[in-house]
């Protein structure tokens, strides 16, 4: 059985799955990959005690506050992906990584890996926000690759205290 509940945020509705114990998705609405991970029977949940402790920490992270210790989270996915989900979890609140380092990452630990892998581990992240994929970006400096869109990443950065200025939005179809 899986478990769902919607709560509001800065970003627009956020939809949480769990499986009773654990946080196994946080999606924004209309997020690209939207729910892919669910499987199975479905029940709303509101008052589910990791509910609640995920709503907390979101309330603390938006309102620019230290969050408390995490929910318990389990994202599903294949090995690779958790290790690149894994290396996200280390990204500090107002910093940013690429996708090239998070690759450099995976390959000291013996794990074969290229930037574009990386992304798309990290676009298939299931659980937006608690597991940070927006503090990722690519090359140079583009807020690209976002499944909640720049305009979410932007936000959730600037929420964050990250200085925008170097950054640049790249056009559709341009190159990176």
């Excluded at 997020?31 to 709503?55: C, D, H, I, S, W």
């Excluded at 599903?76 to 940013?96: D, Y």
């Excluded at 990584?97 to 794990?111: E, S």
């Amino acid at each position: 059985m899986t478990y769902l509940t919607t709560i509001s945020s800065p970003v627009g509705p956020l939809h949480l799955a769990s499986d009773g114990s654990s946080i196994t998705g946080l999606w924004m609405e209309g997020q690209k990959y939207f729910a892919a991970t669910l499987t199975g029977e479905t029940q709303k949940a509101p008052e589910l005690p990791v509910f609640r402790q995920a709503a907390a920490w979101l309330d603390a992270y938006f309102s620019g506050e230290v969050p408390p210790a995490l929910p318990p989270l389990a994202p599903q996915g294949s090995p690779f992906r958790q290790a690149v989900w894994k290396l996200l979890l280390e990204i500090p609140r107002g910093q940013t990584t690429t996708y090239g380092a998070l690759a450099q990452k995976l390959r000291n630990q013996g794990i074969s890996a290229a930037p574009q892998a990386v992304g798309g581990a990290v676009g298939h992240n299931p659980i937006s926000i608690l597991i940070p994929c927006h503090r990722v970006v690519g090359a140079g400096g583009s807020l690209t690759g976002y499944a909640g869109g720049i305009a979410a990443k932007q936000q959730l950065l600037e929420l964050e205290g990250v200085d925008l200025n170097g950054f640049f939005v790249p056009k559709k179809g341009t190159a990176l």
